[in-house]
T-cell receptor
């Protein structure tokens, strides 16, 4: 049973517009959430994160929103650029002895010039 | 910069072969992980280690084993490779919550 879900396998956005990538989770014990970006033939790289005690974290063009009551987080990219085209993975960290990350299935973002 | 190095970018093996995937990190991180990435399934955790000689099963450990004799090196072993182990294998290390990944090994088992 997937504890972290990204229900959109792909998303296309025009350059300059906003990209919104969504992620849902089922485990209320997750205490930290991260977004990773992955280009083909490369390993994922860390993009932005948020603690469960916050509802928003911003870093330049990237903002992550967390809605704990809905068990939902989203990544906003404004403005989108062609170089943002990649697979984006949402990840969540458990507490206690299970502090490893659980990843979603990823969303392929394509930013059209 | 943190560097996580995986020994092979591409690997082709035959069914039944024993396969070793090597991973080395240069940042003195305690924690190391092995994931596999498959289309539509994302990254799934195979094994992880929080210390030398320590190992813990992840979500899909069947058919795999690991070895961590030194802090900087974490090896993934496929005892008898099968076609359903064809996948992209990703090694990662961390000290806190942020993982640093290697470039991955695309393994094909024929």
């Amino acid at each position: 049973d997937q504890q972290v879900k990204q229900n959109s396998p792909s998303l296309s956005v025009q350059e300059g517009r906003i990209s919104i990538l969504n992620c849902d989770y089922t485990n209320s014990m997750f205490d930290y959430f991260l977004w990773y970006k992955k280009y083909p033939a490369e390993g994922p790289t860390f993009l932005i994160s948020i603690s469960s005690i916050k509802d928003k974290n911003e870093d330049g063009r990237f903002t992550v929103f967390l809605n704990k009551s809905a068990k939902h987080l989203s990544l906003h990219i404004v403005p989108s650029q062609p170089g943002d085209s990649a697979v984006y993975f949402c990840a969540a960290r458990g507490t206690g002895s299970a502090r490893q990350l659980t990843f979603g299935s990823g969303t392929q973002l394509t930013v059209l010039p | 910069d943190v560097k996580v190095t995986q020994s092979s970018r591409y690997l082709v093996k035959r069914t039944g072969e024993k396969v070793f995937l090597e991973c080395v990190q240069d940042m003195d991180h305690e924690n190391m992980f092995w994931y596999r990435q498959d289309p539509g399934l994302g990254l799934r955790l195979i094994y992880f280690s929080y210390d030398v000689k320590m190992k813990e099963k992840g979500d899909i450990p069947e058919g795999y084993s690991v070895s961590r004799e030194k802090k900087e090196r974490f090896s993934l072993i496929l005892e008898s490779a099968s076609t359903n182990q064809t996948s992209m294998y990703l090694c990662a290390s961390s000290r806190g919550e942020k993982l640093f990944f290697g470039s991955g090994t695309q393994l094909s088992v024929l």
